[in-house]
């Protein structure tokens, strides 16, 4: 099955809006909140392990690369891809040296640290902005690829299905994908509930860590500044408040939270429901599905890329 129309794959508003200008606004917190604290999801680092060594990875939909580490440490070689610019830019020099831990210095958590033999490959990681529409990547010409928390973010099911028509487009004929995506159904005790497959799950930004993004809209530029801390004005109000109020000015459906000083932008996100990957993947005739399950609020596939059937 192959997605024949390009009007089909267009980037939908919903996305424009709500994925790829939210990203970019607010990369630097999401990488010095979360890409720092290293959690990478015990099925993906496990399926890297298992790669031969020497493999070439594509992560597509790499973020600030915190899969990056695992990936060189397990002997691989990563490329990765990413529709943000202002999140592919916090991958670079993201890791510390092992031998920063015996130092005593700040080396952050063990997942975003290389040996010194990979260092070289932290400061100058193979990135390149691209929509997952459109890997700029030869066909067959990757070992194995990844897709971590993309396909949540794809809103209609034309779109997914020809990102999965890319993965296995770049990836040898033998490879394997792992593709993760949010779950419906959380685990018991999880905060998180969702009223419904598509969504807007709010992230709360920090007006300090919105200071390298100049915001566009249709009707307005605006540049904030850069504030070192929070400073105050004469009359003793934070300028903080001015820089949220312009954020969520100049995004459509980001808000501005008055008690708590920060700016809420709402990501759109498409929650699977149990077997809806996998019937996405019968509909690909170039990958056969290996494994397939739920892990820490998300449902995975793993995959394995094999010739189209032949028709004569």
Same mark, same amino acid.
């Given at each position: 099955?192959?997605?024949?129309?390009?009007?089909?794959?267009?980037?939908?508003?919903?996305?424009?809006?709500?994925?790829?200008?939210?990203?970019?606004?607010?990369?630097?917190?999401?990488?010095?909140?979360?890409?720092?604290?290293?959690?990478?999801?015990?099925?993906?680092?496990?399926?890297?392990?298992?790669?031969?060594?020497?493999?070439?990875?594509?992560?597509?939909?790499?973020?600030?690369?915190?899969?990056?580490?695992?990936?060189?440490?397990?002997?691989?070689?990563?490329?990765?891809?990413?529709?943000?610019?202002?999140?592919?830019?916090?991958?670079?020099?993201?890791?510390?040296?092992?031998?920063?831990?015996?130092?005593?210095?700040?080396?952050?958590?063990?997942?975003?640290?290389?040996?010194?033999?990979?260092? &070289?490959?932290? !400061?100058?990681?193979?990135?390149?902005?691209?929509?997952?529409?459109?890997?700029?990547?030869?066909?067959?010409?990757?070992?194995?690829?990844?897709?971590?928390?993309?396909?949540?973010?794809?809103?209609?099911?034309?779109? @997914?299905?020809?990102?999965?028509?890319?993965?296995? @487009?770049?990836?040898?004929?033998?490879?394997?994908?792992?593709?993760?995506?949010?779950?419906?159904?959380?685990?018991? &005790?999880?905060?998180?509930?969702?009223?419904?497959?598509?969504?807007?799950?709010?992230?709360?930004?920090?007006?300090?860590?919105?200071?390298?993004?100049?915001?566009?809209?249709?009707?307005?530029?605006?540049?904030?500044?850069?504030?070192?801390?929070?400073?105050?004005?004469?009359?003793? !109000?934070?300028?903080?408040?001015?820089?949220?109020?312009?954020?969520?000015?100049?995004?459509?459906?980001?808000?501005?939270?008055?008690?708590?000083?920060?700016?809420?932008?709402?990501?759109?996100?498409?929650?699977? @429901?149990? &077997? !809806?990957?996998?019937?996405?993947?019968?509909?690909?005739?170039?990958?056969?599905?290996?494994?397939?399950?739920?892990?820490?609020?998300?449902?995975?596939?793993?995959?394995?890329?094999?010739?189209?059937?032949?028709?004569?």
């Amino acid at each position: 099955t192959t997605v024949k129309s390009e009007a089909n794959i267009s980037t939908p508003e919903t996305e424009r809006d709500h994925v790829h200008a939210v990203y970019d606004a607010i990369a630097t917190q999401w990488h010095h909140t979360r890409g720092k604290r290293g959690v990478l999801w015990p099925g993906a680092t496990n399926f890297l392990k298992q790669l031969p060594k020497g493999s070439v990875v594509a992560d597509v939909g790499c973020g600030d690369g915190k899969y990056f580490p695992a990936i060189w440490e397990a002997g691989s070689y990563v490329i990765g891809t990413d529709i943000s610019e202002p999140l592919l830019q916090t991958s670079i020099g993201a890791c510390a040296s092992f031998d920063a831990v015996k130092d005593k210095t700040n080396a952050g958590p063990e997942n975003r640290q290389v040996s010194k033999l990979k260092i &070289g490959l932290n !400061e100058r990681p193979a990135v390149a902005v691209a929509d997952c529409m459109h890997i700029p990547m030869r066909s067959k010409s990757v070992d194995a690829a990844i897709c971590i928390a993309v396909m949540h973010h794809l809103s209609t099911a034309p779109r @997914r299905l020809r990102c999965l028509q890319e993965l296995s @487009r770049i990836v040898k004929v033998g490879g394997r994908i792992n593709i993760q995506a949010w779950a419906l159904d959380q685990d018991e &005790g999880s905060k998180r509930k969702f009223a419904g497959t598509d969504v807007f799950v709010p992230f709360n930004a920090q007006p300090r860590y919105l200071d390298k993004v100049v915001p566009e809209n249709k009707n307005t530029t605006i540049t904030a500044k850069r504030l070192s801390g929070e400073k105050r004005s004469t009359s003793g !109000e934070s300028t903080c408040k001015g820089v949220a109020e312009i954020y969520s000015d100049a995004y459509d459906g980001a808000e501005y939270d008055e008690r708590k000083g920060l700016v809420v932008f709402q990501r759109y996100c498409h929650m699977y @429901r149990e &077997g !809806e990957l996998d019937d996405l993947v019968s509909k690909i005739n170039t990958v056969e599905l290996f494994e397939s399950g739920f892990e820490s609020g998300n449902y995975f596939v793993i995959l394995k890329v094999v010739d189209p059937p032949n028709d004569t």
